[in-house]
């Protein structure tokens, strides 16, 4: 199984350039989740899912967007891209609703915006 | 003051020491979760739990639910260990996770 995949694995954008981040999981998990990951703080939720069709708000939601069009794909948008998005993203996974059992990571998306 | 506080920042240790790295949180959980994440980035779940200790190779972890805190340990410590150890805990009755800023361990052969 290839757990969760993110791609792509770093980029570059320009201020106000669009861009969207990819994540797929291969477990049948319900619930998804993108993190962002700033220097010296604790992983923010963005936006989470709880299955097919349903997304909601995390901690730090301005200036993204998902959709879960599919149980396997939540793909992450930045619409204008701004140096405050400068971070590292993680996509993740999970069977349950409170994440009782184990979570699922991706690799990462290391993300500079110039 | 952050609800997920972890110590220390920053461990280093020679290889075959025994490491404890700590977690405390100041709001009511359902369950605690310790991470690993490798230099590239990559996080991986170590441990689950909302009460007592659990063991996984020489990795132990435990929680004291009255005193909010719970510790990581590692025996015959290894340079594989070398990466930072998340804490994150479930708060009550709720979806959400708060995640502490992570030891950055490094173990030297």
């Known amino acids: 199984n290839a757990g969760v995949t993110q791609t792509p694995k770093f980029r570059i954008l320009k201020i106000g350039q669009s861009m969207t981040l990819q994540c797929a999981q291969d477990?049948?998990?319900?619930?998804m989740y993108w993190y962002r990951q700033d220097p010296g703080m604790g992983l923010k939720l963005i936006y989470y899912?709880?299955?097919?069709?349903?997304?909601d708000k995390g901690e730090v939601p301005n200036g993204y967007n998902v959709s879960r069009s599919t149980t396997e794909d939540f793909p992450l948008r930045l619409e204008l891209a701004a140096p405050s998005q400068t971070s590292v993203y993680f996509c993740?996974?999970?069977?349950?609703?409170?994440?009782?059992?184990?979570?699922?990571f991706g690799q990462g998306t290391r993300l500079t915006v110039v | 003051k952050n609800e997920v506080e972890q110590s220390p920042q920053n461990l280093t240790a020679q290889e075959g020491e025994f490491i404890t790295i700590n977690c405390s949180y100041s709001v009511g959980i359902s369950a605690l979760h310790w991470l690993q994440q490798h230099p590239g980035g990559g996080i991986v779940s170590l441990f689950m739990?909302?009460?007592g200790k659990k063991k996984h190779g020489r990795l132990i972890a435990t929680i004291n639910i009255q005193e909010k805190h719970s510790s990581l340990h590692i025996t015959a410590s290894h340079p594989r260990d070398s990466a930072v150890y998340i804490c994150?805990?479930?708060?009550?009755?709720?979806?959400?996770?708060?995640f502490g800023t992570g030891t950055r361990l490094q173990v030297f052969p």
């Open positions: 739990l909302s009460s």
């Open positions: 899912s709880v299955g097919a069709g349903i997304t």
């Open positions: 477990m049948n998990h319900n619930y």
């Open positions: 993740a996974s999970s069977y349950s609703s409170r994440i009782y059992t184990e979570a699922f």
């Open positions: 994150a805990v479930l708060v009550y009755n709720t979806d959400k996770l708060i």
